[in-house]
């Protein structure tokens, strides 16, 4: 039992066994043709790493480890190792959304789109908005503050926990909030949207649902000081919807059953 072909053929038996579980006939296709365009990509993801191009030796190891690759790939497939893996099914998926958004990454606005969204974005370059809003303290169990915010839209009632800070505060600067709320809660203000309840929202203390009532901007800078900020945010906002009606598309085309218990 401890000679080494004794468990290359236990292994070939195992593999024999996935082979006639998984499939029937053979039909995978078992050649490979390596061309001189995917020898050049080779190549050239080597001297992007180490800044300089591989040797003929270097070379001929990165093709027979490609192949290994392919083969190792083809026959996982045939095996249906990827099916239900959910690992794999979390880098299709970052795979298909980036796919979805790639020309974007580099796409720089037009002065005319880039005016437009810093309009209708000014509170999020305000130097010192002042915020009037109320909120009620919901723990540290973030899941569960979630489903609190959830009940207060649909208007159910929520059993705040008690907390030694101000429920609303009105006309309230961005300094006086993080006195009361730690650092970061006055900034998670100016993403929010006015007169409904949102979050949940962090602060030193816990998880917060908010309900903004009015901002007010002031100091805001001219685009011309804070243009490459903006031009970074209108491309992440730019991504997601792209992401976001790239997804919708797809969902359209499938025909979705839901069986709750």
């Known amino acids: ?58 070379l001929d190891s990165l093709i027979r480890d490609y192949i290994k ?12 190792l990827d099916v239900d893996d959910p690992v794999i099914r979390r880098r299709l998926r970052a795979k298909m959304e980036f796919l979805a958004t790639a020309e974007i990454q580099n796409m720089e606005p037009t002065d005319a ?9 000014t509170i999020l370059y305000a130097e010192k908005p002042a915020f009037s809003f109320d909120q009620q303290f919901l723990g540290e169990d973030e899941d569960s503050a979630k489903d609190s915010v959830l009940a207060l839209n649909a208007g159910k009632p ?14 309230a600067a961005s300094d006086v909030i993080t006195r009361e709320f730690g650092d970061g809660f006055a900034d998670s203000l100016r993403n929010l949207p006015q007169g409904r309840w949102s979050g949940p929202v962090q602060s030193g203390f816990g998880w917060h649902a908010v309900r903004v009532r009015d901002v007010v901007a002031a100091g805001t800078p001219p685009l011309s000081e ?14 997601a919807t792209r992401e976001a009606a790239a997804y919708q598309a797809l969902l359209d085309g499938y025909d979705i059953r839901i069986a709750k218990p």
């Open 113 to 121: 789109a880039l005016e437009r969204y810093y309009a209708a974005n």
């Open 158 to 171: 929520v059993q705040a926990q008690p907390l030694s800070v101000s429920a609303s505060m009105d006309k």
């Open 69 to 80: 690759e392919e083969i190792y790939f083809r026959e996982a497939m045939r095996l249906g």
């Open 1 to 58: 039992m401890r000679e080494p072909l004794v468990h290359f053929l236990g292994a070939g038996s195992a593999l024999f066994l996935l082979m006639g579980q998984f499939g029937g006939e053979d039909s995978l296709d078992r050649s490979i043709t390596i061309n001189e365009a995917e020898v050049a990509r080779l190549a050239s993801q080597w001297e992007q790493t180490w800044r300089s191009p591989p040797t003929p030796q270097i």
């Open 226 to 239: 804070i243009r490459q900020r903006v031009s970074n945010d209108w491309r992440a906002k730019t991504q």
